[in-house]
């Protein structure tokens, strides 16, 4: 399937959905299956129907360096536990959209290179707008009910490893570095993720990226 028509069919089945607040999706993988690409490309389809979109990302809301990194850094565990900060994600971005919200949000809550948390007035969502949240760990058992709509992308544990490697090669001083890191820490996390939360049953659609000309639903 070609990826426009891909992306053209989530952005329609978003939009048949019939609710009284802001839309929730969560774009959910493990790290470098194409999630925050495929995320971008949902925004900006969205935006070309004219729907307010509102662009986010779990990864806005890290726990500060101290507490990410306290496992270790290349701990599996600690990223998969420690890397964020899952109450401020839902009580400043996800509770207020849902039913009965104030729509009074946050989009962000800590910056991540000052690692210093985001003091901020909140923005005020439009009833109709469409929020466009991905993340690896989206759909863990207490998160996964305050999306509307879940997009879980599929993508080969080797294809995803090689991608990220050759993605954070220059962050980690080479691509062997990178793709360790990957192996020991970031994927390892991602079968965590798998196993304990199932998020394949949780979603409303399936996406194999595997062939990023042309990924299909599951």
């Known amino acids: 399937m070609k990826r426009n028509e891909l992306v053209s069919e989530i952005a329609n089945r978003i939009l048949r959905l019939n609710l009284t607040h802001p839309i929730r999706v969560g774009v959910s993988g493990i790290t470098a ?11 900006e389809e969205l935006r070309v129907r004219k729907i307010d979109v509102v662009r986010t990302s779990i990864d806005n809301f890290h726990n500060p360096r101290n507490v990410r990194y306290r496992q270790g850094k290349e701990s599996a565990i600690g990223y998969y536990e420690d890397a964020h900060d899952y109450n401020s994600f839902k009580q400043k971005l996800l509770i207020p959209l849902g039913p009965g919200g104030n729509l009074q949000y946050q ?21 109709d707008s469409v929020f466009v949240i991905d993340g690896t760990f989206l759909f863990k058992k207490d998160l996964s009910n305050l999306f509307d709509y879940k997009i879980l992308v599929n993508t080969d544990f080797d294809l995803a490893r090689k991608r990220g490697a050759k993605r954070e090669e220059v962050n980690f001083g080479s691509y062997e570095k990178a793709e360790e890191m990957f192996l020991n820490r970031y994927h390892a996390a991602s079968k965590l993720y798998l196993n304990q939360h199932l998020p394949q049953l949780k979603a409303d659609v399936i996406i194999n990226n595997d062939d990023l000309d042309n990924p299909y639903f599951v």
């Open 33 to 43: 299956s194409g999630k925050t690409t495929l995320a971008n490309e949902l925004m």
């Open 107 to 127: 989009p962000i809550s800590l910056d991540l290179e000052k690692d210093e948390y985001i003091s901020s007035d909140s923005k005020v969502a439009k009833r």
